[in-house]
């Protein structure tokens, strides 16, 4: 074996060992983010890809993860979400802060409805209305509450300011539990009171 | 502390992104207020119920070979 072939071979098994092992948690987040297996596959093997062709860039001791996170979102943003698409329009006039608890505590104590509603909501209930979210309000949600990144991580892989991080959050959760809220009432578990 | 300054910061708590001060001012202000306290108490428990409802554990094996392909043949293609 020469230099070069021992050489490529450490490489390939830091790469391994160092960001491969990051391949569910991306996995995951693609899926959600793409609405489709086909989808989410390429975009991950384009991130990683990228990732192989840009390893010697990768600051070692420093969050892999959150690095890979950013690749992935770039490639997303660029050259997966919908071409030509037209900013997405939301309503969040009648929505105030407290809107699911604020409808839950109004069904009345003695039924306990919000134990009523964690109970009963279905799981593809909950995937349909993250699906349903525009991708500025998916993606920071998916960030923040699928992953756990932090305000500042999610700034850094997606390239914006904390402060919009901290207003898409703010108005993702608003549209997630509006559109939950919609779900149980059709679905008949909670009647909203006359 | 009152319940508006308590709720201005709801989500920095339950993000986890307070830092101690505030989190023990409004700690005390919950022990005594019930109606923020279920407030705090019902967005913790939102996080966790969608996180824990939309967190697919998806087999990433297959994909992981066709990565390691991948990567092989760049290496070839490269020499």
């Known amino acids: ?33 793409t609405k489709n297996e086909g989808d989410a596959d390429d975009l991950v093997q384009d991130t990683y890809m990228k990732a192989y062709r840009f390893w010697d860039k990768f600051e070692e001791g420093s969050n892999c993860r959150a690095w890979l996170f950013k690749i992935m979102t770039n490639l997303f943003i660029n050259d997966y979400r919908a071409k030509g698409r037209t900013p997405q329009v939301v309503d969040l006039e009648d929505v105030d802060d407290d809107f699911l608890f604020g409808h839950l505590s109004a069904l009345g104590p003695s ?28 993606m920071v949600i998916v960030l923040s509450f699928l992953e756990g990144f932090s305000y500042q991580e999610i700034a850094d892989i997606a390239g914006l300011q904390i402060g919009t991080v901290k ?26 009171p006359a | ?61 297959e994909l992981k070979t066709k990565i390691l392909e991948k990567i092989d043949q760049s290496r070839d293609s490269s020499r």
């Open chain 1, 167 to 192: 207003s898409r959050l703010h108005r993702g959760r608003k549209l997630l539990q509006k559109s939950l809220w919609k779900y149980a009432l059709k679905n008949g578990f909670i009647k909203e």
């Open chain 2, 1 to 61: 502390m009152n319940c508006e300054k308590a709720l201005k910061r709801l989500y920095d708590v339950v993000d986890k992104e307070a830092d101690q001060t505030d989190r023990d001012e409004i700690k005390k202000h919950l022990e005594h207020c019930q109606h923020c306290m279920s407030r705090f108490e019902f967005e913790e428990m939102f996080k966790t119920f969608i996180s824990e409802k939309a967190c697919i554990n998806c087999n990433s094996d």
């Open chain 1, 1 to 33: 074996m020469n230099n070069r072939q021992s050489g490529d071979n450490g490489k390939k098994q830091r790469f391994e060992a160092e960001a491969l092992v990051h391949l569910n948690t991306l996995h995951r987040t693609a899926l959600r983010m």
């Open chain 1, 111 to 138: 039924e306990n409805p919000e134990k009523l509603f964690f109970d009963k909501v279905f799981d593809d209930d909950v995937k349909a209305a993250i699906d349903e979210l525009p991708d500025d309000f998916k």
